[in-house]
C-alpha cells in the first residue's frame, strides 16, 4: 500500500483498538476495488468521542469511519443525520464524512450479521433465538432478525430494563412478538435454533462467556459478533458440544463490502 496526499484516509474508532485486525480486511477489500484508501484504529475513549468527531468534520481528506465498541449509541446522537437503518437501531457502525463536512450514520450490523448467518447455511425464517445483549450491536441484530421472519425472538441482558425496553420496540415496529429473559439457564438452551452473542464478553482473548452452552441441542447455530479472537471462549465451547458456528469476522466481511457503497456510492440501504 502506497500512501499519498490523495489517499482517503478511514477510521475505526473504539476502546480498546490494539487488538483489531479489521483494517486489514477493509485494507485489502478497497484495494481490490481501485480505491486509493487506508484504515487505521483509532483509540477513542468515550468521553472524547465528541471532540473526535468534530475533529474529522475538518478534515476533508476523511472518507468515513466504522464505530465500534464502546461508541455505537453515543454516536448517534452525535452525527448531522441518520439513515433509516441507524434511526432505527439507536446506533451508528458506520460514518460518512460528506464535502461540507457535516456527518452520515448508517448501521450495518443487522444486515451483516443476516448474510453472516445465511453465508454460514443457517436460514433465521421461522427459527426461535436466544440474543444476548441489547446493546449497540444488539439493537441492531434485533430489528435484523425479526424483520427477516424468525419464528421467536428473546433478549437477555444483564440489564433487564434495555432488554424490555428494546423487546417493546421490536415488537412495534415489526409486529413481532420479544420476549426477554434474565439469567438464562442450561434447560432453556434446548429450544433455541440460534444463541447468539452481541456482548462484548470474549473480546480481545478475555475469559468468560455470556451463557453456558451445556443443554444447547448440537443442531443449534451458535454466534458471537466479537471479532477478535477468532474462536472467542464462546465459540470454542460451541464447536466442543458439536454445534454450527459463525464469529464475528462472518458478519464483518459482508458489512466491509456494503460499506464501500455508503462511503463511495451514497447507498443508504
Do not use: W
Amino acid at each position: 500500500m502506497q500512501i499519498t496526499g490523495q489517499t482517503d484516509l478511514f477510521y475505526i474508532v473504539g476502546t480498546p483498538v490494539r487488538h483489531f485486525r479489521a483494517p486489514i480486511l477493509f485494507n485489502e477489500h478497497f484495494a481490490a476495488m481501485g480505491h486509493d484508501f487506508c484504515c487505521g484504529g483509532l483509540n477513542v475513549l468515550p468521553e472524547d468521542l465528541a471532540a473526535a468527531l468534530a475533529l474529522v468534520r475538518r478534515v476533508d481528506n476523511i472518507r468515513g469511519l466504522c464505530i465500534t465498541a464502546p461508541h455505537k449509541i453515543a454516536a448517534a446522537a452525535l452525527v448531522d443525520r441518520r439513515t433509516d437503518a441507524a434511526e432505527q437501531a439507536g446506533s451508528v457502525n458506520f460514518v460518512r464524512r460528506e464535502g461540507d463536512g457535516t456527518l452520515t450514520g448508517h448501521n450495518l450490523d443487522g444486515l451483516g450479521f443476516l448474510r453472516g448467518l445465511r453465508a454460514s447455511g443457517f436460514e433465521p425464517e421461522g427459527r426461535r433465538v436466544l440474543l444476548l445483549g441489547a446493546g449497540g450491536v444488539g439493537r441492531a441484530i434485533a430489528f435484523a432478525l425479526a424483520g427477516a421472519g424468525v419464528g421467536g425472538l428473546v433478549l437477555s441482558n444483564r440489564d433487564a430494563g434495555k432488554a424490555a425496553a428494546l423487546s417493546q420496540e421490536v415488537t412495534r415496529a415489526t409486529g413481532l412478538a420479544v420476549g426477554t429473559v434474565g439469567a438464562v439457564g442450561t434447560d432453556a438452551l434446548a429450544g433455541f435454533d440460534l444463541v447468539a452473542n452481541a456482548t462484548s464478553v470474549g473480546m480481545g482473548g478475555s475469559e468468560g462467556m455470556p451463557v453456558a452452552l451445556d443443554g444447547i441441542a448440537p443442531e443449534a447455530m451458535v454466534a458471537d459478533v466479537v471479532i477478535s479472537p477468532q474462536d472467542t471462549p464462546f465459540i470454542a465451547a460451541a464447536r466442543a458440544a458439536g454445534c454450527r458456528v459463525m464469529p464475528g469476522s462472518a458478519m464483518l466481511r459482508p458489512q466491509i463490502e456494503l460499506s464501500e457503497g455508503f462511503l463511495y456510492g451514497g447507498a443508504e440501504d
